[in-house]
Nanobody, 128 residues
């Protein structure tokens, strides 16, 4: 079973920063659109950011624009989500996900059903 692995979550004060990482040993991430989703307690899982294959276009949900940045490190087969100026409402479990079909860009917004490979999630808590 293909699995992605996230890391980098934790507890941070409002205004702080975290960088989430996503990787897998099963395929080359650069060939696939990669999305970051989050789910807060009692809420639907929402698409936060996405990067298309081969450094394709990026997507950010309105609430994180200007604060979050998605990027790739192809040498390490990693996708990152740099999160700055964090707010309590960013508190959630964050998941990375991959579109199993190669050579595709992100939807606008990205939809859960487009992503067939998921990680286990990493908790991000923003609190003073």
């Amino acid at each position: 079973q293909v699995q992605l692995v996230e890391s980098g979550g934790g507890l941070v004060q409002p205004g702080g920063s975290l960088r989430l990482s996503c990787t897998t040993s099963r395929f080359t991430l650069d060939y696939h659109a990669i999305g970051w989703f989050r789910q807060a307690p009692g809420k639907e899982r929402e698409g936060v950011s996405c990067i298309g294959s081969r450094r394709g276009g990026t997507y950010y949900t309105d609430s994180v624009k200007g604060r979050f940045t998605i990027s790739r490190d192809n040498a390490k087969n990693m996708v990152y989500l740099q999160m700055n100026s964090l707010k309590p409402e960013d508190t959630a479990v964050y998941y990375c996900a991959a579109d199993p079909a190669p050579e595709r860009n992100c939807g606008n917004p990205p939809r859960r059903y487009e992503f067939g490979y998921w990680g286990q999630g990493t908790q991000v808590t923003v609190s003073s």
